[in-house]
């Protein structure tokens, strides 16, 4: 018994995280983040800062450290940085007043710095391909991941607005899927789709930056360990050659 309850709480924590997503139950999508494509970490900052860092700062992120993380050159890094003024040591800040985004959308825009921790890259990437349109909430658009979310379809120029299916059961409808967009977007389902892909390996790297090395040294620590277990191995059979047994 004693055992059994331990293997439930392990389960139950190792199910915290998704403890949000599962109050919906829109099955998510692989966001297939790949922490070693630094040109798509790269692209995904890029967006991060063209659509999203105008109502989200990333506090806990400076400039140069992506700079450095990201084998940037200083062109590339310029490029990120919102004016000519802001120098490496700069965090991601939103120039958006005080008040201005509560007033706004009824909550004020989170930072996004450690989002993907809390919410899993899955689920980030899931919720932004998931707005669709619905005419009832205030700016007419609603999210199958987050429902009746205050942030606005900020892609739809791109993307389209996706269309809801709903099923009726008596007086409730029912969401049970997404349809592809009536009027299309500036850019294929394909492109958005990677384009959001990126976005969310940047805030999985951005949650955790020091994954990226670990990352990165992966491939060497287990190089290490495959010849440390030959060396043992062979050192084991000198060992024992001279011992009858
Ligand atoms: C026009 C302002 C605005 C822009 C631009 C914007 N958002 Fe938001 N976003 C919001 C608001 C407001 C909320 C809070 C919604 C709520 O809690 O109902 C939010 C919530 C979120 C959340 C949910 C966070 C959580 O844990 O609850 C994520 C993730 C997110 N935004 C990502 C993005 C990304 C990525 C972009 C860039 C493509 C972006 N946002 C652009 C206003 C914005």
Redesign the pocket.
């Known amino acids: 018994m004693m055992r059994f309850t331990f293997f439930m709480i392990v389960i139950g924590l190792l199910g915290a995280p998704n403890a949000?997503a599962a109050s919906s139950d829109v099955p998510l999508e692989d966001a297939q983040v790949d922490l070693g494509d630094k040109a798509s970490l790269y692209r995904g900052a890029q967006?991060?800062m063209d659509?999203?860092?105008?109502?989200?700062s990333a506090k806990m992120m400076r400039f140069g450290r992506i700079g450095e993380d990201l084998g940037l050159t200083e062109e590339q890094l310029a490029k990120l940085m919102p004016t000519e003024l802001s120098k490496p040591g700069d965090v991601i800040e939103t120039n958006?007043p005080g008040d201005y985004?509560e007033e706004?959308?009824?909550?004020?825009?989170?930072d996004?710095t450690l989002?993907?921790r809390?919410?899993g890259a899955d689920?980030?990437y899931t919720?932004?391909i998931s707005f669709y349109e619905d005419p009832d909430t205030p700016w007419g658009v609603n999210n199958a991941v987050?429902p009746?979310?205050?942030?606005?379809h900020?892609?739809a120029s791109e993307q389209g607005l996706k269309q809801p299916v709903y099923e009726t059961k008596g007086d409730e409808k029912e969401l049970v899927g997404l349809e592809s967009p009536e009027r299309a977007g500036s850019m294929s389902e394909e492109d958005f789709e990677q384009k959001?892909r990126d976005?969310?390996a940047f805030?999985v790297y951005m949650a955790e930056p020091a994954a990226l090395k670990r990352h990165q040294y992966g491939p060497y620590v287990l190089a290490f360990l495959f010849i440390f277990t030959l060396i043992m191995f062979l050192l084991k059979k000198e060992y024992w050659r001279d011992i009858k047994h």
């Open positions: 949000k967006t991060f659509s999203c860092a105008t109502c989200h958006m985004g706004t959308f009824g909550v004020a825009p989170p996004l989002t993907a809390a919410q689920w980030i919720y932004l987050f009746l979310v205050g942030m606005p900020v892609l959001m976005l969310t805030m």
